[in-house]
């Protein structure tokens, strides 16, 4: 899987911090794999992102806000039943429970991206800044999948199917 990892050295500091028996300053542990979002046929509708967000630490993060130079405004958004339809609703905040992932996917958690200033390309990446609680902004290259993907595309991982035998 196509994964980003944050923070390396500070998780080396952390370590570091507990193999000499100093207590770790930061509360940095998160972690995001696999930002996604769907391509676009115009930029009159909002577009849509989803990851997989980490929290390796022992206290509750937030995430609190999303920005993007390719929208307006980006919302957090949460997906629920109301009756018989399926609404969307702006949620203030998405909490990263410690030791847990918290997943934005297609019918549940979201980033609405509102205005968009250019197309969304299949193929292409663009810039995410998410803004947590205790480990700061975060800033995720975001894969554009085909309009109507329903997961993260496969985008490191394309080896020869018919020359291996598992
Ligand atoms: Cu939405």
Redesign the pocket.
């Known amino acids: 899987m196509f994964r980003i990892i944050f923070h390396n050295c500070l998780a080396l500091t952390a370590l570091a911090s507990v193999l000499f028996g100093t207590a770790p300053a930061m509360a940095d542990n998160v972690r995001v794999d696999d930002p996604w979002a769907r391509s676009s046929i115009g930029i009159e509708r909002p577009g849509?992102a989803y990851m997989t967000i980490h929290n390796d630490g022992n206290e509750s993060d937030w995430l609190l806000a999303v920005t993007t130079p390719l929208a307006k405004r980006a919302e957090l958004?949460e997906t629920a039943r109301e009756g018989e339809v399926m609404i969307?609703r702006a949620v203030e905040s998405v909490e990263i429970p410690p030791n847990s992932t918290v997943k934005l996917e297609p019918g549940g958690l979201?980033v609405?991206l509102m205005s968009l200033q250019k197309m969304l390309v299949e193929g292409e990446f663009f810039a995410l800044t998410l803004h947590f609680a205790q480990a700061g902004d975060l800033t995720v290259n975001v894969t554009i999948a085909a309009i109507a993907a329903n997961e993260a595309p496969a985008v490191i991982h394309d080896h020869d199917e018919h020359s291996h035998d598992h």
Do not use: A, K, R
Request: hydrophobic share 60%; glycine share 0%; net charge neutral.
């Open positions: 849509v958004h969307m979201h609405m």
